[in-house]
């Protein structure tokens, strides 16, 4: 399984000159061990770490990733652990990859995004996702160098 946090600062500029970002626009993928074909959005996922609803597309974490869903929470603090941003992922999307070689389309996972207003500065911010879940910790100039792209292997 693969969770993929994807944060986007869109007002950075430089370490000792990066402006702090106002506003957190997070992405964040979760992906099950395997693609899934149309055909398997249709039938029960017994046993998967995805839920997909093949009416709607929408999609929920299950199994081991059962704390990812439309009301997991998400928490930005700075180094000091003051919190300086909250909210919550959203309703998750099938993310679909491409087409097979028979047409028919591949899906990756299910993809949630939120964006936090954030209250305040700091030189390391942490993003907690599911209280503690999943935890990444970056300095601003990281964001920059990584253009907000995050993977973390989750198996």
Known sequence: MLVMLAALLPSLVGCAS???????QL???????RDFRESDLRAPLQGHAIHFD?????????GV??????????VV??????????G???????IRRDLAADGVPIFKGCGFGVSIPLSGAARIYIIDVA????KER???SQFAARKGMLNLDVD
Request: with cysteine; aromatic share 6%; net charge positive.
């Open 18 to 24: 990066h402006a702090p970002p106002t506003r957190l």
């Open 138 to 140: 970056l300095h601003i």
């Open 131 to 134: 209280d503690g879940a999943y």
């Open 77 to 86: 603090r700075d180094q000091r652990g003051q919190v300086l941003g909250s």
């Open 65 to 74: 990733l059962a704390h990812y869903h439309s009301q997991t929470k998400v």
């Open 88 to 94: 919550e992922l959203g309703p998750g999307r099938v």
């Open 54 to 62: 093949p009416r709607t597309l929408e999609c929920r974490g299950a």
């Open 27 to 33: 992405r964040f993928v979760v992906s099950p061990d």
